[in-house]
């Protein structure tokens, strides 16, 4: 089969590799029916976080078994699956707790010696842990196969920053960035009430998809200037939550700024320096709570889905740019150029 392989910065080719078979009683192997490129894969092509020459790459995925172990109970082949962005064995007690991503023998797709999400098909571990159903009839609906690959990261990580900064019906919610899992921030504001929600961003293609998904208003400032910016819409205040999306110093700097007295801040950002931004004084001072990390989208999948499947909440618009494999590489530079927000696959 064909899949993606990184060889090094900014080198990314599709190639020929074995075919995944059955290993463990507890497999499946999947037919990819969408993939997609991640703003966290852009670390890697950019060579700031290492990968071995030749490693797969993806983590989000959705598609059809096409053969199940013998001790697989929840699945069969034919079925159509979405895939959170690693797997777990859901039997242990981090997997009880709803907190996959630290399960013992969990992992993440496209590690060394595992299947990535862009290629034809996957070997997926503990699939009964690890995998949800989608119902069959999604698989005609491209628009609806297209929200529900969000579900594999994007609008989990959102929803997991949004509980992380205490959104609650009427709050009033400021988001740090403007990528793919900002704006499914916004949309998971949304969703849990705020009456308010300040997205911060300067692409007006995506900001215009953040007023689509319930931002009220939109900061396109930076730094000081969107500090300011966001204290005079708020009456001097900042927000009761604030999503950080980003991962640097100057997005947490800015977010620890927009933050009102008491308030708290989710994030998702993967980490890039933005320890460095933040002030222990001024949070203790201000009494401002710092929640997040990895999302265990896992978790969220089953509520989420429901308002998928019936448009209540519709993340597709997130992707505005398609490929097939072939088109990854260009994929990646497209995203690197920031020209896409987010590239779909359809291998």
């Known amino acids: 089969m064909r899949a993606t392989t990184i060889h090094a910065p900014f080198d990314m080719r599709v190639e020929d590799v074995p075919d995944p078979v059955i290993q463990e009683s507890t497999d499946v192997v999947l037919r990819v029916l969408r993939a997609c490129i991640c703003g966290s894969d852009l670390w890697a092509y950019r060579g700031e976080s290492a990968r071995q020459p030749g490693q797969r790459i993806g983590h989000e995925f959705l598609g059809i078994v096409e053969a199940a172990g013998s001790d697989v109970t929840g699945f069969a082949a034919g079925d159509l699956v979405v895939a959170p962005f690693v797997w777990s064995d859901g039997t242990c007690e981090y997997c009880a707790e709803g907190l996959q991503t630290s399960c013992p023998r969990g992992g993440f797709w496209g590690s060394v010696g595992s299947d990535g999400g862009q290629g034809e098909a996957v070997r997926v571990p503990y699939a009964d842990g690890t995998l949800v159903k989608l119902p069959a009839e999604a698989a005609g609906d491209d628009r609806l196969l297209t929200a529900l690959l969000a579900l594999s990261d994007v609008l989990g990580t959102g929803h997991h920053a ?9 709050s009033t919610v400021a988001v740090v960035g403007d990528g793919a899992v900002g704006l499914c921030g916004v949309l998971a504001a949304r969703r849990l009430g705020a009456e308010r929600i300040i997205a911060l961003g300067r692409h007006t293609a995506r900001t215009d998809i953040a007023r689509s998904f319930g931002a009220t208003d939109v900061v396109a400032e930076r730094g000081e200037a969107a500090e300011a910016a966001v204290r005079e819409l ?4 900042g927000a009761h939550a604030v999503i950080e999306a980003v991962g640097t110093e100057q997005s947490m700097r800015t977010a620890v700024g927009i933050t009102r007295d008491g308030g708290s801040i989710g994030y998702v950002g993967v980490p890039h320096g933005s320890g460095t931004g933040l002030d222990l004084s001024v949070m203790f001072d201000r009494n401002i709570a710092l929640r997040g ?9 089953p509520e989420l889905l429901p308002d998928v499947l019936s448009g209540a909440i519709d993340p597709s618009p997130v992707f505005d740019l398609t490929v097939d494999l072939s088109g990854v590489p260009a994929g990646y530079k497209a995203m690197d150029d920031r020209t896409a927000l987010k590239v779909l696959v359809k291998p």
């Open 293 to 301: 990390g990895v999302a265990p989208v896992r978790a969220y999948i």
């Open 162 to 170: 949004a509980l992380g900064a205490g959104v609650t019906k009427g």
């Open 234 to 237: 708020t009456g001097g205040q």
